[in-house]
């Protein structure tokens, strides 16, 4: 028992992952270091908090809500968006997990930082959006040399719908 929990604490406080436990009221009961290193709160200013102040994306009635309707075991994943001391933001998903822990129910936020995920889903919708609206005809075709995409400019220009061109 000593082995596995030094197991888990090494694991809690070594993980490359933001992490803390909450009750159902919201209160931030442990939070692990990442957590202080990527927001700048240290673990007793965390402790003070409801998850609603760290995640900005989140109003308390809905995660209650969303507490309540999950079953012991249930794991969920979420995105939010963390602040930090400086009142800066930065996206996160978030896996939330609720258990049953000395005879509390508790959930456990596991949030990674998914900021430059997001910077590249930006770039790919707007270079789609060029794509899409450019007046010149684009196409994208394989080594076989079939049509694997094609703009409105293309089938403008040959008559062809895009469902015929692919």
């Not at 933001?18 to 939070?31: A, W």
């Not at 009142?87 to 822990?101: A, K, Q």
Request: with cysteine.
């Amino acid at each position: 028992l000593e082995q596995k929990t030094a197991k888990l604490e090494a694991l809690f406080e070594n993980s490359p992952d933001m992490i803390n436990i909450h009750n159902t009221s919201g209160e931030i009961l442990d939070p692990n270091a990442r957590l202080c290193e990527k927001t700048g709160y240290d673990a007793s200013e965390l402790a003070d908090m409801k998850v609603w102040e760290l995640d900005q994306e989140i109003e308390p009635d809905a995660a209650r809500a969303l507490w309540q309707d999950m079953e012991t075991g249930e794991n969920r994943r979420l995105e939010g968006r963390y602040e930090r001391t400086d009142g800066s933001t930065f996206p996160v998903e978030v896996h939330l997990s609720r258990l049953r822990f000395e005879g509390q129910d508790r959930f456990i936020a596991i949030a990674r930082d998914i900021t430059e995920r997001k910077e590249r889903e930006g770039n790919l919708k707007e270079y789609q959006t060029i794509v899409e609206t450019a007046p010149d005809p684009i196409a994208v075709v394989d080594a076989d040399g079939r049509f694997r995409y094609v703009n409105p400019a293309l089938c403008d220009l040959t008559g062809y719908s895009e469902e015929s061109l692919l």
